[in-house]
């Protein structure tokens, strides 16, 4: 690598600006604010370099920096004001977290002369995002910009990747420093151990019911493509973790279907029978271990638990084998190892195939719509590299156990379930890839916490096309509601607008779609008009989830 020179002094906003060039960054989403004017100026100086994306809420424009880093696997850049835009900004954060997204957050503070005043918009954000983010710094050197911005992106990539913050002070921005800007690190990934391999195929040779689990971040196409060679040269069946749909082609005969909220009953009762768990760049979470009763914690079932992070291992579920790698260079390795002559765990695996292929089938539905028919259909109908954003809620379980995401095809969805994300990160999905269709998925109750975000989509001339589920309701909380305290109705009903009115106030593309065969006509006009776009589905408000009505749940409540 090429030793820095020191440049010429610049204004610490510059600094920044030329800071982020020298990262690698070529995208950057913000709300902007008087506290940082200075790098806005020195990011006007690098407007053909970085692209900077204006937003209108600032939990907007951190959902749509964590698509980017979804989808990238570079960490995505996300600017915002101090105080209410901070706050405002902590939710991304959060999915960044527990999404092991790489990211960094910028904002702007107050100066740095003014602490613990409680100046205007003063926040102590190393105190406020310490458990929400890998590392916190604050800037008040201008002359530190660029080692500390350096090594914000290093924390953000490294081990179990995740969200950086940076505040930087107000008057840091106006000071003059002469210092070199510094390249990213040039990083070898952690490989697997020498014996790594040998003894996971060891222990896999023992086997009669395996079953691999996918899941993490950062994965290339090549890491996707070894890991798929490896689980079906070895004939194992595959599922993945919560909304991680993405990372195996759910069209292949190996896929059984997803270990996260709303799995099939089956899948998770044969998952408490494997004899050997293959947990992939998943933690073995809350969500993939169905509240932590798949396994006992002691280690009855073996584990092989590969994680790039070795702080991530072991911390809940003893594993049987512990490997610390990047996820692609384990890939990769496990390819490369000769696979399982003669596997004794087909029948089960075909077994499991027939168990996700019999969930998938539509059941019959009462009135117009049947929405997994419309949703199968749909499938069918859309280009083969789509991407797919959805949202937290019940209605996002529809499309995860009736839509199969296939190879070439991504979907991002926040795992810490965050309403909400699914709008703005369909827009910073299109933004990164222009050229992809880009399908959202989103409640009527999501849908009006960042859909204003919309607005951003024209701004900067993309056109993803939203699918508003909308059942007037909250309509989890409504599940549950009904579980718990059935007939008893409170703060679970919703008021809600034209949608399809709403996006043509813009000068978009609306369409309503009230039964089984409008959805895929209307989503074609929808991607044929080239604007943005919504599609209202009105579903059937009785139908809370796609396995129970409101009636059953009460019937069920009543026999508890």
Known sequence: MTAAVTREARLGGHILADALVAQGVTHAFCVPGESYLDLLDGLYAQRNRIQLTTCRFEAGAVHMAEAYGKLTGRPGVAIVTRGPGACHAAIGVHVAFQDSTPLVLLIGQIPFEETDRESFQEVDYRKMFAPLAKW??????????????????????????????????????????????????????????????????????????????????????????AIRDFLVANDIPVAVGFRRQGLFDGTHPNFVGDLGVGADATLVAKAKQCDLFLAIGTRIGETVSQGYTLFDMAGATPIVHVYPDQAEIGRVYRPALGITADLNAFALAAKAAQPIAKPVWSGWRAELRAAREAQAKAPQYDGSLNLAVALQELEKALPADTIFTTDAGNFATWPTRFMHVSEGQDFLGPTNGAMGYSVPAAIGAK???????????????????????????????????????????????RMHQERHYPGRVSATQLTNPDFAR??????????????????????????????PAIVEVRTNPEQVTNRSTIEQLRAQAAKA
């Open 502 to 531: 709403f996006i043509e106030s813009f000068g978009g593309h609306g369409e309503i779609v009230e039964a089984t065969d409008q959805l895929v006509p209307a989503v074609k006009r929808a991607m044929a008009s080239g604007k």
């Open 431 to 477: 933004i990164t890839h222009p050229d992809r269709t880009v399908i959202g998925f989103v409640g009527d109750g999501g849908f009006l916490m960042t859909g204003q975000e919309i607005a951003t989509a024209f701004h900067h001339k993309v056109a993803p096309i939203i699918l508003v589920f909308n059942n007037q309701m909250y309509g989890t909380i």
């Open 136 to 225: 916190v710094t604050q800037i008040d050197d201008a002359a530190r910009i660029p080692e500390l911005m350096a090594h914000a992106f290093d924390v953000a990539t490294s081990g179990r990747p995740g969200p950086v913050v940076v505040a930087i002070s107000e008057e840091m921005q106006r000071k003059m420093a002469a210092v070199p800007d510094l390249a990213p690190a040039a990083v070898l990934p952690p490989h697997p151990a020498p014996d790594a391999i040998p003894r996971l195929m060891e222990m896999l040779g023992r086997a009669q019911r395996p079953l691999a689990v996918i899941g993490g971040s950062r994965w290339t196409a090549e890491g996707r493509a």
